[in-house]
């Protein structure tokens, strides 16, 4: 197949995992046969540095004619002086809300091998596989802002309509997995959270009475997701909470290297993004953990270009690696970067000769 996918490092070890990302694209293109255009562009702290905005009208064009958008991750603290007038993160927030990508899809499913890599017990970590749906285009994090000298104010605002279209994403994927949705608010405090709250339980009835509703306050969903992971199946919520849930879940996995996303709207190309930061302190010394962005690249091909066997060929090396200790130190391994990418490459390339023959350009999926 052909596909035309925008690439952008972004800053810090962004730059390290998209190189491991790309080398996978390669792998893919040469042993599959597909023709993927790759087109690199500025975002975040690089985007300032070199045209002084974090998203330059340039990359927002080349993302709006992609088929997919693939990012490393943003910021450092070079550029995060609190009276700066443009930051990293407006770069890729403006993203997401220009391509409309309302739904943020976060699975988290810890893997066996690496349960000792996690602070919470073994015992409480199996059958642990849940997904969370974050609201991503709405919220505190887009209300307006006022900032003077001795006050300062987010606007959190909602509309059913928002509300709507991410609960039926969210509802729609626990129909495909074991349809029960957890809504997580904060209604005995928030107006917004009461809306929520309305909304989901009136759409819930009328279009998935199949989809078994809870709903349960954020501070206790913080709790329960330590206590009783393995409960959940979707989770959905707004931006913030599901911003600050979805790092403590991570930890459920034993290392925020290890998590994916996926960005999507309801038309248009999707953007996936490792839900981990731009970790400065890592960046450019070969030791960050490509894993997540790989998952990542995994759910790019399966969403939003098709490629469901290539999806599940790189999930299943990333587990190859990771069951064999193949891993950075992280997750307790002795890999860097590079090595821990190329391992990944190799095993990928170990299950395309086994399903389709040794060094075979093989149809998958074509
Ligand atoms: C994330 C990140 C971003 C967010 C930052 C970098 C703006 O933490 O994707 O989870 O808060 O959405
Ligand atoms: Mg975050």
Excluded at 14 to 26: C, Q, Y
Excluded at 204 to 227: G, K, Q, T
Excluded at 352 to 364: F, N, S
Aim: one cysteine or more; aromatic letters at 4%; charged letters at 25%.
């Amino acid at each position: 197949m052909e596909a035309n996918i925008v690439i952008l490092p972004g800053d810090g070890v962004g730059v390290d995992i998209m190189h491991e990302a790309v080398a996978v694209l390669d792998q893919l293109a040469d042993r599959c046969g597909h023709r993927f255009t790759l087109v690199k562009r500025l975002i975040g702290g690089a985007a300032i540095d070199a045209v002084g905005q974090p998203l330059p009208s340039n990359t927002l064009a080349s993302c709006r004619a992609a088929d997919a958008i693939l990012l490393g991750a943003v910021g450092g603290p070079k550029w995060d002086d609190p009276d700066a007038s443009v930051r990293p993160e407006q770069g890729l927030l403006q993203l997401r809300q220009a391509l409309g990508l309302f739904a943020n899809l976060r699975p988290v499913k810890p893997h066996p091998a690496l349960y000792d890599a996690s602070p919470i017990r073994p015992e409480r970590l199996a059958g642990v596989d849940l997904m969370v749906v974050r609201e991503l285009t709405g919220g505190l994090y887009f209300g307006r802002k006022l900032e003077m000298a001795d006050t300062a104010e987010d606007v959190c605002r909602y509309s059913r309509a928002e509300i709507e279209r991410v609960v039926r994403q969210a509802a729609s994927l626990a129909r495909r997995r074991r349809r029960r949705l957890t809504l997580v608010d904060k209604a005995n405090v928030l107006a917004t959270s009461r809306l929520w709250r309305k909304v989901t339980q009136s759409l819930i009835a009328r279009e998935f009475p199949d989809v078994e509703l809870d709903i349960l306050l954020v501070d206790a969903a913080a709790m329960h997701l330590l206590s009783r992971p393995s409960d959940f199946d979707v989770l959905v919520t707004e931006n913030l909470f599901g911003d600050i849930l979805t790092d403590e879940a991570a930890m459920l996995t034993g290392s925020l290297g290890l998590l994916p996303s996926a960005s999507l709207g309801d038309a248009g190309p999707g953007l996936y993004e490792p839900i981990h930061g731009s970790a400065p302190d890592l960046a450019g010394q070969d030791c960050a953990n490509p894993f997540a962005m790989l998952l990542s690249l995994a759910m790019m091909l399966d969403h939003s270009l098709g490629l469901v066997d290539e999806a599940r060929l790189l999930e299943s090396a990333v587990d190859r690696c990771i069951e064999s200790g193949q891993t950075t130190v992280d997750v307790g391994g002795r890999l860097g970067t590079r090595a821990a990418g190329a391992a990944v490459r190799a095993e990928l390339d170990r299950q395309l000769d086994q399903r389709y023959g040794r060094g075979q350009p093989a149809a998958l999926s074509a």
